[in-house]
């Protein structure tokens, strides 16, 4: 088990860069002397240095004079295969080979055109000893969010909403009424920080005014998308504050100024999901939370657009109301928070045997598809750059 144990300190460190990479992966390196942890680094970054970097540069720090002779030998846990490319930083590869370790375990393959294995052709072909596919599902849930991205050209998608528990979603009059706890705000606006957009609809921003920041959680403010056909939103209304960039697409104009920018699309009444979808991948947006309202959530639920759903489940009956969206996935978790219910769902055909999380407890699960991947597994990535 000590790939195993390794390769998971490698995940733990990645993603600590889990709001500030995209949409480069979040990655994690070990580096071992002897069974112990000589070195270790995560990229914390786009742009800047990546794990493999990190870790050897820790090393040389700990141990001064004698790194090389630490590094000579030594075994490199990854959770990605190293890049053997100039992309914004030199090869993480010829780093390797440069310090003669010994041997290195890999979590996911990347088949990035310019790396596609080329990485650990590179080692192999150095005398480095190899190992591939430790915990690679682990690897490929955590950068869930970037394989998707590449493999469907579209961003990781998060539908959130909270329902009564006789399924209502909101008023049927335009009034701001809360459904679940301050507790589990406070977790949306955590959530927030790890994804690069919230993205709601007209009526949502008119009946609830919503700022769509992370206010409540030390973080980065995600991109605010907001759907207005006909621009009809007040200019009164938060969405309008410069707190965050904000993206309106609308049919009537393209316009930037400052954080706000206007995207002018067409014939939004037809597929607005794909559409949205396709130019946040162009905009090189990677995940994205749509938080509502129920229109715009059941358009993308009909279209088979989303990866993940999470739902609160209030205690609280109304009389009225508008009806909740009705979700069907495979449930991966079920979490109490403050008397609220919180279940996870994940879009049948993006899992097969994958390892969930049901109320605390490690289960594995038979699901659809043919490929014997979990998760976002499929393996056509882009390079780290």
Same mark, same amino acid.
């Not at 606006?189 to 949502?204: M, S």
């Given at each position: 088990?000590? +790939?195993?144990?390794?390769?998971?300190?490698? /995940?733990? /460190?990645? =993603?600590?860069?889990?709001?500030? @990479?995209?949409?480069?992966?979040? @990655?994690?390196?070990?580096?071992?002397?002897? +069974?112990?942890?000589?070195?270790?680094?995560?990229? *914390?970054?786009?742009?800047?240095?990546?794990? =493999?970097?990190?870790?050897?540069?820790?090393?040389?720090?700990?141990?001064?004079?004698?790194?090389?002779?630490?590094?000579?030998?030594?075994?490199?846990?990854?959770?990605?295969?190293?890049?053997?490319?100039?992309?914004?930083?030199?090869?993480?590869?010829?780093?390797?080979?440069?310090?003669?370790?010994?041997?290195? !375990?890999?979590?996911?393959?990347?088949?990035?055109?310019?790396?596609?294995?080329?990485?650990? =052709?590179?080692?192999?072909?150095?005398?480095?000893?190899?190992?591939?596919?430790?915990?690679? *599902?682990?690897?490929?849930?955590?950068?869930?969010?970037?394989?998707?991205?590449?493999?469907?050209?579209?961003?990781?998608?998060?539908?959130?909403?909270?329902?009564?528990?006789?399924?209502?979603?909101?008023? /049927?009059?335009?009034?701001?009424?809360?459904?679940?706890?301050?507790?589990?705000?406070?977790?949306?606006?955590?959530?927030?920080?790890?994804?690069?957009?919230?993205?709601?609809?007209?009526?949502?921003?008119?009946?609830?005014?919503?700022?769509?920041?992370?206010?409540?959680?030390?973080?980065?403010?995600?991109?605010?998308? !907001?759907?207005?056909?006909?621009?009809?939103?007040?200019?009164?209304?938060?969405?309008?504050?410069?707190?965050?960039?904000?993206?309106?697409?609308?049919? /009537?104009?393209?316009?930037?100024?400052?954080?706000?920018?206007? !995207?002018?699309?067409?014939?939004?009444?037809?597929?607005?999901?794909?559409?949205?979808?396709?130019?946040?991948?162009?905009?090189?947006?990677?995940?994205?939370?749509?938080?509502?309202?129920?229109?715009?959530?059941?358009?993308?639920?009909?279209?088979?657009?989303?990866?993940? *759903?999470? @739902?609160?489940?209030?205690?609280?009956?109304? *009389?009225?109301?508008?009806?909740?969206?009705?979700?069907?996935?495979?449930?991966?978790? !079920?979490?109490?928070?403050?008397?609220?219910?919180?279940?996870?769902?994940?879009?049948?055909?993006?899992?097969?045997?994958?390892?969930?999380?049901?109320?605390?407890?490690?289960?594995? %699960?038979? %699901?659809?598809?043919?490929?014997?991947?979990?998760?976002?597994?499929?393996?056509?990535?882009?390079?780290?750059?």
């Amino acid at each position: 088990m000590t +790939d195993e144990l390794f390769m998971q300190r490698c /995940l733990e /460190l990645a =993603e600590n860069g889990i709001s500030s @990479v995209s949409p480069n992966p979040m @990655v994690g390196c070990v580096i071992v002397k002897n +069974d112990k942890i000589i070195g270790e680094g995560f990229h *914390a970054k786009i742009g800047q240095a990546h794990a =493999e970097v990190n870790a050897v540069h820790h090393v040389i720090q700990k141990y001064g004079d004698q790194a090389a002779a630490q590094l000579k030998g030594a075994t490199v846990y990854v959770s990605l295969e190293p890049c053997a490319h100039y992309g914004k930083t030199p090869p993480c590869a010829d780093l390797l080979i440069k310090h003669e370790v010994a041997k290195v !375990v890999i979590g996911n393959l990347d088949p990035f055109a310019d790396v596609n294995g080329k990485g650990i =052709e590179k080692l192999k072909q150095a005398g480095i000893e190899v190992i591939q596919g430790v915990l690679e *599902a682990q690897c490929s849930q955590l950068n869930r969010r970037f394989f998707t991205r590449i493999t469907k050209q579209r961003p990781f998608i998060i539908l959130k909403w909270a329902q009564t528990a006789n399924g209502f979603f909101a008023p /049927l009059n335009p009034e701001k009424k809360w459904i679940s706890s301050a507790l589990s705000k406070k977790m949306v606006h955590k959530w927030r920080t790890e994804e690069d957009a919230v993205l709601v609809g007209k009526q949502t921003v008119i009946a609830d005014n919503p700022k769509l920041t992370t206010r409540l959680w030390t973080g980065k403010n995600p991109i605010r998308l !907001v759907i207005d056909r006909n621009l009809q939103i007040p200019e009164d209304k938060h969405i309008f504050d410069g707190a965050a960039k904000t993206i309106i697409f609308n049919e /009537l104009k393209s316009a930037y100024s400052e954080n706000l920018q206007y !995207v002018q699309m067409e014939d939004m009444q037809y597929y607005l999901p794909q559409k949205i979808a396709f130019q946040l991948y162009l905009m090189d947006i990677q995940s994205v939370i749509i938080e509502g309202g129920a229109n715009i959530l059941n358009q993308f639920i009909q279209a088979d657009l989303w990866d993940e *759903a999470r @739902v609160f489940n209030s205690p609280s009956n109304w *009389a009225t109301g508008i009806a909740a969206p009705a979700i069907h996935g495979l449930i991966t978790e !079920v979490v109490e928070i403050s008397g609220d219910q919180l279940v996870v769902y994940q879009n049948w055909e993006r899992l097969r045997r994958c390892t969930t999380r049901w109320t605390g407890v490690m289960v594995t %699960t038979d %699901t659809t598809g043919s490929d014997g991947r979990c998760a976002g597994t499929s393996m056509e990535t882009r390079s780290r750059h």
